[in-house]
């Protein structure tokens, strides 16, 4: 069931996609070469802390982290640790904080020193996408016609497509109905309608999308061992067009 939300619950998402975007900010500042993804797990705990909210993801169907931080053809789901990151690595770094019972949840690919074009090139894309599925977030809409949005720009420079992991509605809980693919046709699925909020997160890969799950359990890479990118950001449908909850 898609729940509508009302202006005091989309103030509470607010909220809560603020604390996000502030936290994906100082994250980013400090995502260097030779530091750890154990430290920007760290850094992102104390500021949700700091500001009165709770992270999302620690113990959530019992991850370990408090972020998700996923190197080169890491997807999604990578758990921090203590392997530093190097010049030309890229990392996605997927947040949540939860406060006043509301979710906000947003990602980003950030590259570690200088990368060469071909990487900027996925990373410029898969951000492109996010924005292009966004565009489609309008009362009358189909849910697919954000989805159509998203895969045909990134495959229109020949990238894969994730199939198994799509975004999401959300507002109490950071998972509800509608799942939000990032591929398919238009015109499909239920009619967008104001007071929804979606979570739309692309996983754009530099060549197949098929991926694969690591032993740990949780850490999403690519089958063919090459660069993913991932970008997300909450959204609440207006009469007035898509408001990107999680953006500064």
Not at 58 to 67: Q, V
Not at 171 to 197: A, C, F, I, W
Request: aromatic share 6%.
């Amino acid at each position: 069931m898609i729940i509508l939300k009302s202006e005091r619950e989309i103030n509470y998402l607010r909220d809560a996609g603020r604390i996000v975007a502030e936290t994906l900010v100082e994250v980013k500042k400090a995502a260097k070469p030779d530091v750890t993804t154990m430290e920007l797990d760290r850094i992102a705990e104390e500021y949700i802390k700091g500001c009165g909210a709770t992270p999302a993801f620690k113990g959530y169907h019992g991850f370990p982290g408090h972020i998700c931080s996923s190197v080169n053809e890491e997807v999604v789901h990578g758990i921090p640790g203590l392997k530093k990151l190097k010049n030309g690595d890229t990392v996605s770094i997927d947040i949540g904080a939860v406060i006043n019972g509301y979710y906000g949840d947003a990602a980003i690919t950030i590259p570690i020193g200088e990368v060469d074009a071909q990487v900027q090139q996925l990373l410029d894309v898969t951000e492109q996408s996010l924005y292009k599925g966004i565009e489609q977030a309008i009362d009358g809409n189909r849910l697919s016609d954000i989805s159509h949005a998203v895969q045909k720009h990134a495959e229109s420079f020949g990238y894969g497509v994730v199939r198994d992991y799509v975004g999401h509605g959300i507002g109490r809980n950071m998972h509800e109905d509608p799942q939000v693919p990032n591929y398919g046709p238009p015109g499909r699925g239920p009619r967008l309608k104001s007071g929804m909020t979606l979570a739309i997160e692309p996983m754009i890969n530099m060549g197949t999308h098929e991926v694969k799950t690591l032993d740990d359990g949780w850490t999403v890479i690519t089958s063919d061992g090459k660069r993913s990118a991932h970008f997300e950001h909450t959204i609440a449908i207006t009469p007035d067009g898509p408001e990107i909850l999680t953006k500064i």
